[in-house]
Nanobody, 124 residues
Framework: QVQLVESGGGLVQAGDSLRLSCAAS????????VGWFRQAPGKEREFVAA????????EYGDSVKGRFTISRDNPKNTVYLQMNSLKPEDTAVYSC?????????????????WGQGTQVTASS
């Protein structure tokens, strides 16, 4: 089992930055792929970013490329999502997930464990 807790969300102005954290406990976190997804009201969950166990491989959704950066600190069992130049369309609940095998993946169903999510609101 892996337990995940997201933090760092909030209400900001368009153009501002936020850093989300995904803290893990349970099984050896450093072995796993971690991804961030988001879901806005009335929309399907959308892939945001993912990172390999070493941090050497990352993937980003097209809508966040160049603005968001995913990173990880394995000794701290934490993955971060740095979000810059936030836009109103980035408003959503952001959740992190862990995939316990395979390569970095953008597919929601490949992630076996999820946190509860944190709300990000960027107002215009």
């Amino acid at each position: 089992q892996v337990q995940l807790v997201e933090s760092g969300g909030g209400l900001v102005q368009a153009g501002d930055s936020l850093r989300l954290s995904c803290a893990a406990s349970g099984r050896t976190f450093s072995w796993y792929i971690v991804g961030w997804f988001r879901q806005a009201p009335g929309k399907e969950r959308e892939f945001v970013a993912a990172i390999s166990w070493s941090g050497g491989i990352t993937e980003y959704g097209d809508s966040v490329k160049g603005r968001f950066t995913i990173s990880r600190d394995n000794p701290k069992n934490t993955v971060y999502l740095q979000m810059n130049s936030l836009k109103p369309e980035d408003t959503a609940v952001y959740s992190c997930g862990v995939a316990t095998f395979g390569r970095v993946t953008t597919t929601e169903h490949d992630y076996a464990y999820w946190g509860q999510g944190t709300q990000v609101t960027a107002s215009s």
